[in-house]
């Protein structure tokens, strides 16, 4: 059977009228991981119910049938280092990779998810539009608007384009650079009628996203998944989860959650929450015991990490029953200073009361998550980490405890991208190795050195288009980053420039144009409180 037709569809999708658009909408990436992808699910069934378009899905191993002649192509692009897949899929289309080498025989390609939200600008040059922030008023919006100037010719479209909030025409802002390895020096608009500025759009209700799609292809079998909040309200000076997607939403128990659940639940029994701090929801308590009913008995859940001072011991008592034998939580460190320095609230004795609990509500393993390299972090830090996860041990025996860790990466539009990645980062992975693994603690650092790649992408201005082609042709491995860098020596910035050095806070951001709902002030702000932190 084809793989489409194994899919439980949870919407109508409509006939598409005679004159209506061919649409592409790829994810560059295997179907298992894109049908798993809520982002992408929603925007496909967004198009699949309009009939004034006529959408095909394309991934990297599989697609539909697809249009001869597509008017619009469109990205889910969720994971930086699927560019590759993205020229691939290009080529493979015969569609140049630069929006500049495009013609009116060619699509208009577009992008959005988190990685464009977050920082577009080193794929810049491959787009010729971006929609920035929450798709559910924005996708319908650009679709309303291109049938405006759907007969046009490529550059009038751009133009009308450019003048929705929240899509972002790269080719439309020219960038000018102190020199050209150094700094930027302007970002502008090309012309009067451009707008200086793109906010990115936030989509503002309490009935959140579901599931559309049920199939047992996905990277979690048969996995139906509600959205439970948006964004979190804490607010760690490094979170992008936190920062590019605030204010802090959540769903309506009554109106969105119970009504998607129990739909989704006719197709399957395994349920997914999802968000970036699921607990924080106001009636987080009451959806337990929604979901703690008998008729749920064979209910399969998992859950997204949570919030350590929210692990008690019904929280854990409800997931065991519903089959959820691992909980993750996001520690960041076991330092005070640490924590207070990123504005996590959190505190040693808490870590051990959630671990306690873990183990009495029944559960087999608990994974906490942390970070090495967090600006203000030396050495005595990192043995406060292991001492905390110590006393987690000695405290709960039985319980088996891992410890995943990855690498402080700057992110756009937080606090702390103005900082640079510690180059001790490495060396503090491999201690907490080398420690943790003779006390038998299982240990997942992330990859340091793929750490210091997505560094690049998220602090990379234009200039890294040349070097993510030259990449790919050099065979997309971590050396071939090494070789187009010396390649394009003298005609970007090195490698230190994006990843390593310190910003200043005057300094033009290649983001610098696109607006999240924080002005820059208040990043500046919560920035010196982190320092402030430091010095106390
Ligand atoms: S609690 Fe987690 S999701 Fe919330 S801001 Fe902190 S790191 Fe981000």
């Known amino acids: 059977m084809n793989i489409f037709q194994e899919e439980h569809l949870l919407f109508n999708p409509a006939t598409p009228e005679s004159n209506s658009i061919p649409i592409i909408f790829a994810f560059p990436n295997e179907y298992t991981v894109g049908i798993t992808s809520l982002g992408y ?81 080193p794929f810049a040059d491959f787009f010729d539009l971006i929609l920035l922030g929450d798709g559910e008023n924005l996708l319908p919006a650009f ?53 200086a500025t793109v906010k990115k759009q936030t989509y503002k209700s309490n009935i959140l996203s579901a599931s559309t799609v049920v199939t047992k292809n996905s990277a979690w079998e048969n996995i139906f998944m509600v959205e439970v909040v948006r964004s979190c309200p804490e607010m760690c000076r490094f979170c992008l989860a936190s920062y590019l997607t605030l204010p ?9 959650l119970i009504p998607a659940i129990e739909k989704g639940l006719q197709y399957t029994n395994r349920l997914g929450l999802l968000g970036a701090s699921i607990t924080q929801h106001p009636e987080f308590d009451q959806l337990l015991d929604y979901l703690n009913q008998e008729k749920y008995e064979d209910l399969r859940l998992s859950l997204a990490s949570v919030r350590t001072n929210t692990v008690t011991e019904k929280l854990v008592n409800i997931l065991t029953k519903r089959d959820c034998k691992s909980l993750t939580i996001a520690v960041e460190s076991g330092s005070e200073k640490v924590r207070k320095i990123v504005n996590k609230k959190l505190t040693n004795e808490e870590i051990i009361e959630a671990s306690i609990n873990a183990k009495k509500g029944g559960l087999k393993g608990l994974k906490f998550y942390g970070m090495v390299g967090i600006p203000g972090e030396n050495n005595e830090d990192i043995d406060l980490t292991i001492k905390m996860i110590e006393a987690v041990k000695k405290a709960t025996p039985g319980l088996r405890l891992t410890f995943g860790c990855s690498t402080f990466v700057p992110k756009s539009h937080t606090p702390f991208q103005w900082f640079g990645v510690n180059k001790e980062s490495q060396k503090r992975l491999q201690y907490l190795q080398k420690k943790l693994g003779a006390k038998k603690i299982e240990f997942r650092p992330e990859s340091y050195n793929w750490s210091v790649i997505q560094a690049l992408l998220s602090r990379g201005d234009r200039r890294l288009s040349q070097l ?51 002005p820059v002030t208040t990043l500046i702000k919560h920035l010196e409180d982190s320092f402030n932190n430091l010095k106390n």
């Open 143 to 195: 679709i309303d608007a291109y049938k405006e100037v759907r007969n046009a010719d490529r550059e009038t479209k751009l133009n009308h384009l450019a003048t929705i909030e929240g899509i972002y025409i790269p080719s439309l802002y020219e960038v000018t650079y102190k020199s050209l390895d150094g700094e930027i020096n302007s970002i502008n608009p090309i012309n009067n009628n451009i707008p």
């Open 248 to 256: 802090f939403r959540s769903a309506s128990l009554e109106h969105s």
């Open 468 to 518: 993510l082609e030259l990449t790919r042709e050099y065979g997309d491995t971590l050396g071939s980053y090494k070789r187009a860098f010396k390649e394009l020596k003298g005609k970007i910035p090195p490698l230190d420039f994006y990843v390593y050095e310190t910003w200043k806070t005057d300094q033009v951001l290649p983001w610098q144009h696109l607006q999240t709902n924080l």
């Open 41 to 121: 699910q929603l925007v496909w069934a967004t198009l699949a119910m309009r009939k004034d378009v006529n959408v095909s899905r394309l991934f990297t191993d599989i697609n539909e049938n697809l249009p001869q002649n597509p008017e619009l192509l469109g990205f889910s692009f969720s994971w930086e280092l699927d560019y590759v897949n993205i020229f691939n899929i290009l080529e493979s289309l015969k569609i140049p990779i630069r929006s500049k080498d495009r013609n009116h025989n060619h699509p208009l390609i577009f992008g959005g998810g988190p990685v464009l939200t977050a920082n577009p600008e």
